[in-house]
């Protein structure tokens, strides 16, 4: 039974293309994440809803845009695909609102390569 | 402008021998702080943490030790054993302002049968 799943686990897709990913938790968690794992391996935050609402927006192209239809769920879209948007995303949440004593529960992350 | 740093990305490690992994931070603002373990293929996972009103924190094999004065911390795995092959990020937040972690750049360990 799954924590935290998201959606697909690998993703090829042609620059310009538009695509989602979706992340589900099923640990009563009031905040998600969306954290980038670039080619370096620096794992770096992209956004952080609680209970539906934006919370951490960090310096990210806007073609990048965060959906929360409830706060079970936390998808990313992503518009007009570059090259150098290939990574990995991974999806997480916590309880509470973020940071402090509270750890994160992370899904197994989406490989986007962009070709 | 990395505020957690981890300088060594590879360690190799003996089976039975004591692996320190270390991590560095800049911002003073920082008070909790925690340790993940991440596999091929798979997200990160939990492993320990501390806050800065402690300087140490056990569970089971792994220990984790906090130098406020230094901004240093380390993560101390006694034995090592092949199953602990992986990579292990540090991670810090500040429990002011957007709460949030940041991560460092990891380090692989490799534990040696």
């Known amino acids: 039974d799954t924590a935290v799943s998201q959606t697909p686990k690998y993703l090829v897709t042609q620059m310009g293309n538009d695509k989602s990913i979706k992340c589900e938790q099923n640990l009563g968690h009031d905040t998600m994440y969306w954290y980038k794992q670039d080619s370096k391996k620096f794992l770096k935050i992209m956004f952080s809803?609680?209970?539906?609402?934006?919370?951490i927006n960090e310096t990210v192209p806007n073609r990048f845009s965060p959906k929360s239809p409830d706060k079970a769920h936390l998808n990313l879209h992503i518009n007009s695909l570059e090259l150098g948007d290939s990574a990995v995303y991974f999806c997480?949440?916590?309880?509470?609102?973020?940071?402090?004593?509270?750890?994160?529960?992370f899904g197994s992350g989406t490989r986007l390569t962009v070709v | 402008d990395q505020q957690v740093k981890q300088n060594s990305p590879s360690l190799s490690v003996q089976e039975g021998r004591i692996s320190i992994l270390n991590c560095d931070y800049t911002?003073?603002?920082?008070?909790?702080f925690l340790w993940y373990k991440k596999y091929p293929a798979e997200g990160p996972t939990f492993l320990i943490s501390i806050s800065s009103i402690k300087d140490k924190n056990e569970d089971g094999r792994f220990t984790v030790f906090l130098n406020k004065s230094a901004k240093h911390l380390s993560l101390h795995i006694v034995p090592s054993q092949p199953g602990d092959s992986a990579v292990y990020f540090c991670a810090a937040s500040a429990s002011t302002g957007t709460y949030k972690y940041i991560f460092g750049t990891g380090t692989r360990l490799k534990v040696l049968a």
């Open positions: 809803y609680n209970n539906k609402e934006l919370i």
């Open positions: 997480a949440s916590s309880q509470g609102s973020g940071g402090g004593g509270y750890g994160y529960t």
């Open positions: 911002n003073s603002m920082f008070d909790y």
